[in-house]
């Protein structure tokens, strides 16, 4: 096995999230925002968070609504250059204070993010995620993309598929072969 290909990077304590000082303040509304505004952040928000990093170049856009419960509206917002929809549902409040559920469709996968959350999930140090840096994924469907994790000290080589959900990426087929050994 060559391992020339694993990125060594520490184990992360957790699985954390984006914070809000994390993001560019143009991106976030100030005092008194409207509605749109507000929705918009959140729109933004939600899709940084599935991809577990921040785009300083992220833009958004939401459809003015009047903020009644059970009213629904589709946001788009492009993420590293690629469009993600956020669709929300007003699920309770009037006008400018409302709560509401949203999801993000299709969802974003960075590398960087997808490799640590392997990292966490396998508690190896040396990964490797065969895709590119963003990959654009439906949720619940196998991606195409395969993580790897070696442990030096166990000869242990463990795979696993990636599958994208509304929490980030998840490794439902992890697979693990002991005593494999080291080239490179």
């Known amino acids: 096995m060559d391992t020339s290909e694993f990125d060594q990077a520490p184990i992360p304590d957790g699985i954390s999230s984006l914070l809000e000082e994390d993001f560019p303040e143009e991106l976030k509304p100030g005092n008194g925002a409207s509605l749109t505004d507000k929705m918009t952040w959140n729109a933004v928000e939600a899709v940084a968070q599935i991809g577990g990093k921040v785009d300083p170049d992220t833009e958004g856009q939401c459809p003015e609504i009047e903020g009644r419960t059970g009213e629904t509206a589709t946001c788009t917002v492009r993420y590293f250059g690629e469009e993600f929809e956020y669709r929300l549902e007003v699920t309770s409040g009037e ?6 559920t949203g999801t993000v469709a299709p969802l974003p996968l960075t ?6 959350h392997f990292r966490f999930q396998t508690t190896f140090e040396h990964v490797t995620c065969d895709m590119d840096d963003l990959v654009v994924a439906e949720e619940g469907v196998e991606t195409g993309v395969v993580c ?6 166990h000869s242990a080589l463990t795979t696993a598929d990636v599958v994208a959900s509304q929490s980030g990426p998840e490794f439902p087929n992890i697979e693990t072969e002991y005593n494999a050994v080291e080239k490179g």
């Open 148 to 153: 790897r994790a070696w442990s030096p000290e």
């Open 95 to 100: 006008g400018v204070l409302i709560q509401s």
């Open 111 to 116: 590398r960087e993010t997808v490799a640590d």
